[in-house]
């Protein structure tokens, strides 16, 4: 009987410490849990990548002999950015696959973004995988087989295809922080037109330069350096598979996930008024405002890539973003996470525009805001910690309970959402004024110290 650590069922996605919790038997049962999952709705193959991660290899062969012995037929299409084996489900018209990816972890974790019939896992589907994996299933007597597939070729072409040459050349620093991002942005956008300056464009799993995960400002502060000192038009980063975008203007300043879903939301109401535009609690509320105003319809919701995907869908929804960089195009696109097509959407925006990218955003109203503030929770803790921030804040405000709880108050908000994916609860305020933002920090903060004091963590 193998052991299999239950911790690593997230919300959306499997994930945890390999040899430790993530064990080649447990990637194994996984695929064979999977496989038989993905027999009883109809699939008959699955596409597997990984990222650059060290014990990527041994985790592809785990889970395709899994998968292989539930009877299902495996592609193995390398080392890929996690949205290009989104793409592969298209392509091969299975919607089923797996990414072995740890995203943003530190190097000794690694994971499972995981699609099967044409939907991502998100809580529910995957608690029903983790029963069909905890069941451990026998195998089938017929073996499925394994190939191997170029995916990226097809994705170049489609995208370049798409798009188009820019309509003016821009010089753009791209940054993936020697992840995935490497093996393809830099050609894409050469492709699309524009000069590409590379920065730490070598596939390491050890991520020797920074970590890749540009929700973190000290992770883009080499980007910046270099926009500055090329005068690039721009830079943008990824994160370790290459499903977010980070970016910075010609200036070296910043744009959160949220800013550039704001600049994509005006792009996209010019030609489809009334279009719907899924976000989450975590951003501004300049966002949802400008949405409004320009007669789209902004929707308010969980953050997690797998949930993101399923409200667009629920809701036909044409673009959808995370303050995190998850950005989901519906319009054009096939709807999932892409951080390298959306780099590419970015630099087709900018180009037609004839002033600097820092130009674009100078009309929205000034908030001041903190960024995505992460404090240690210890797992068996943070939900029950949010529920009591709950009661708590409820004295001090409307608030909204989608995800978390985002309080509102007079000029500004103020949340606290546990992760999914780590023993965090993560934090974020937004006001008006440089006034209202102390007072907004120092409630949130109180609570999150009052709770932690009750629960004893």
């Not at 950015?81 to 592969?88: E, N, Q």
């Not at 974790?109 to 896992?121: A, L, Q, V």
């Not at 798009?163 to 995935?180: E, H, S, Y």
């Not at 926009?227 to 721009?234: M, P, Q, Y």
Request: charged share 25%; net charge neutral.
């Amino acid at each position: 009987m193998t052991t299999i650590a239950p911790e690593i069922f997230k919300a959306y996605d499997i994930r945890g410490i390999v040899d430790k919790t993530l064990t080649e038997d447990a990637a194994e049962a996984i695929g064979k849990g999977l496989g038989t999952l993905g027999a009883r709705k109809g699939v008959k193959r699955f596409v597997v990548g990984r990222d650059g991660r060290l014990s990527g290899p041994k985790l592809v062969r785990a889970i395709s002999k899994g998968l292989n012995a539930a009877g299902m037929d495996v592609t193995d299409i390398g080392v890929v950015a996690t949205p290009m084996m989104y793409f592969a489900t298209h392509h091969f018209k299975t919607g089923s696959g797996v990414m072995v990816t740890g995203s943003h972890n530190p190097p000794e974790y690694n994971g499972f973004k995981i699609g099967i019939g044409k939907t991502t896992m998100a809580g529910p589907e995957v608690q029903a995988l983790k029963k069909h994996v905890l069941a451990q299933p026998e195998p089938q007597k017929r073996k499925g087989r394994e190939s191997d597939y170029d995916i990226a070729t097809s994705y170049l072409h489609f995208v370049t295809q798409t798009l188009g040459k820019a309509a003016r050349r821009l010089k753009v620093v791209v940054d993936p922080g020697n992840g995935t991002g490497a093996i393809i942005a830099p050609r894409l956008l050469r492709a699309l037109g524009h000069q590409v300056v590379e920065l730490f464009c070598d596939l390491d799993g050890t991520f020797p330069n920074h970590h890749p995960d540009p929700t973190v400002p000290e992770n883009l502060r080499d980007l910046q350096e270099k926009v500055r000192a090329e005068s690039a038009d721009l830079g943008v980063a990824f994160d370790g598979d290459s499903d977010r975008l980070g970016a910075v203007d010609e200036t070296g300043n910043i744009l959160w996930g949220d800013q550039i879903l704001l600049l994509f939301a005006r792009d996209l109401l010019e030609d489809h008024p009334g279009a719907a535009i899924v976000s989450e609690v975590k951003c501004s509320q300049t966002l949802y405002d400008d949405i409004e105003r320009r007669g789209g319809r902004a929707i308010m919701w969980k953050a997690g890539h797998s949930l993101i995907k399923a409200k667009m869908k629920e809701e036909g929804a044409l673009l959808a973003g995370e303050m995190s960089g998850h950005l989901f195009f519906r319009h054009r696109y096939y709807g999932f996470d892409d951080g390298i097509y959306s780099a590419a959407r970015l630099l087709e925006l900018v180009a037609r525009k004839n002033v600097p990218f820092s130009q674009l955003l100078a009309d929205v109203p000034r908030t001041f805001s903190s960024p995505e503030i992460r404090k240690d929770f210890p797992d068996d803790k943070k939900f029950a910690a949010v529920e009591r921030a709950k009661e708590k804040l409820r004295k001090h405000g409307r608030t909204i309970e989608v995800d978390g709880v985002r309080v509102v108050v007079p000029g500004g908000w103020g949340l606290i959402r546990a992760s999914n994916t780590q023993p965090l609860l993560v934090l974020r305020w937004e006001s008006q004024s440089e006034a209202g933002l102390r007072e907004l920090q120092k409630l949130v903060e109180g609570v999150v110290e009052e709770v932690r004091r009750e629960l004893s963590a």
